[in-house]
């Protein structure tokens, strides 16, 4: 099982970065995708979520109206649009599986950096 994220860099504040994250070794479109993200001395928190079929999403108070959760269930890809960056978006963000079977199914990846910053 593989999650590699990649999109994450430096950009100023207003800015805008689109992640990837690309799933390899299951069934992709059984699985509900999620990104989260932990700031330095903080928690991991999470940031937004879509269904395995991408019918629904949800998203931190934090980032509603800025970000956008996306799949491609042919490409086995999972998307974060990020617009109008703010520096506290500063964190590590990575992707997550997640399939609510018996055992539950949950895949991380290594995350990607993103700062906001000028």
């Known amino acids: 099982v593989q999650l590699v994220e990649s999109g994450g860099g430096l950009v100023q504040p207003g800015g805008s970065l689109r992640l990837s994250c690309a799933a390899s070794?299951?069934?992709?479109?059984?699985?509900?995708m999620s990104w989260y993200r932990q700031a330095p001395g903080k928690e991991r928190e999470l940031v937004a979520e879509?269904?395995?079929?991408?019918?629904?999403?949800d998203y931190a108070d934090s980032v509603k109206g800025r970000f956008t959760i996306s799949r491609d269930n042919g490409k086995n890809t999972v998307y974060l649009q990020m617009n109008s960056l703010k520096p506290e978006d500063t964190a590590v963000y990575y992707c997550n599986a997640f399939r609510n079977s018996i055992p539950k199914l949950d895949y991380w990846g290594q995350g990607t950096q993103v700062t906001v910053s000028s």
């Open positions: 070794g299951f069934t992709f479109r059984w699985f509900a």
């Open positions: 879509i269904t395995s079929a991408g019918g629904s999403t």
